[in-house]
T-cell receptor
């Protein structure tokens, strides 16, 4: 069975500092994808960054980077230069291909609530 | 705006009533997903469509739940004889075929928050 674990229910960071949100995963499928989504209080899920299981380099998207350590099955999100607008719930998710049709379904962790302080 | 839209955004109903939610995916996306998110949890996969075909259903989708995507565009999720345990946010997402080695980014709608009294 696929599982995502986020062990930090809440995190605080000061504005302009960097913060790391932890994520570990478990799967026996050799092909998978790892996603991070941001969910503000409004409720929508906003895609941040993606890492494929066969990707050799860590993914980066602007202030977001993904620290992918395949042997340790971890996919931590690093946010650099935190801003007040980064305050939100952050979810790590693993993508596994469905059995038919070629689509993929996401398994989410329980999330980390990030608060950025002045 | 051409993102995923969901209607209604909020629904309050009494136990035992039927409810139906609608999702309009991004127009060129042929894959559509439904998820359910309860308070303090991450979203959980419910079901998946490619065009009009429903290709996978989670065990979470009891017999009281039915989803359709009749013309391969919008989708509806119906819950019959609602129970208090059905109270949750119901999220719809869509994605393209191909790209990201089969693990395509899913674009989410704003969700429908259901409260069953």
């Amino acid at each position: 069975a696929q599982k995502i674990t986020q062990t930090q229910p809440g995190m605080f960071v000061q504005e302009k500092e960097a913060v790391t949100l932890d994520c570990t995963y478990d799967t026996s499928d050799p092909s998978y994808g790892l996603f991070w989504y941001k969910q503000p209080s409004s409720g929508e899920m906003i895609f941040l960054i993606y890492q494929g299981s066969y990707d050799q380099q860590n993914a980066t998207e602007g202030r977001y980077s993904l620290n992918f350590q395949k042997a340790r099955k971890s996919a931590n999100l690093v946010i650099s230069a935190s801003q007040l607008g980064d305050s939100a719930m952050y979810f790590c998710a693993m993508s596994i291909r469905v059995l038919t049709g070629g689509g993929n379904k996401l398994t989410f962790g329980t999330g980390t609530q990030l608060k950025v302080e002045l | 705006d051409t993102g995923v839209s969901q209607d209604p955004r909020h629904k309050i109903t009494k136990r035992g009533q039927n409810v139906t939610f609608r999702c309009d995916p991004i127009s060129e996306h042929n894959r559509l997903y439904w998820y359910r998110q309860t308070l303090g949890q991450g979203p959980e996969f419910l079901t998946y469509f490619q065009n009009e075909a429903q290709l996978e259903k989670s065990r979470l989708l009891s017999d009281r739940f039915s989803a359709e995507r009749p013309k391969g565009s919008f989708s509806t999720l119906e819950i019959q004889r609602t129970e208090q345990g059905d109270s949750a946010m119901y999220l719809c997402a869509s994605s393209l075929v191909g790209g990201l080695a089969g693990h395509n980014e899913q674009f989410f709608g704003p969700g429908t928050r259901l409260t069953v009294l």
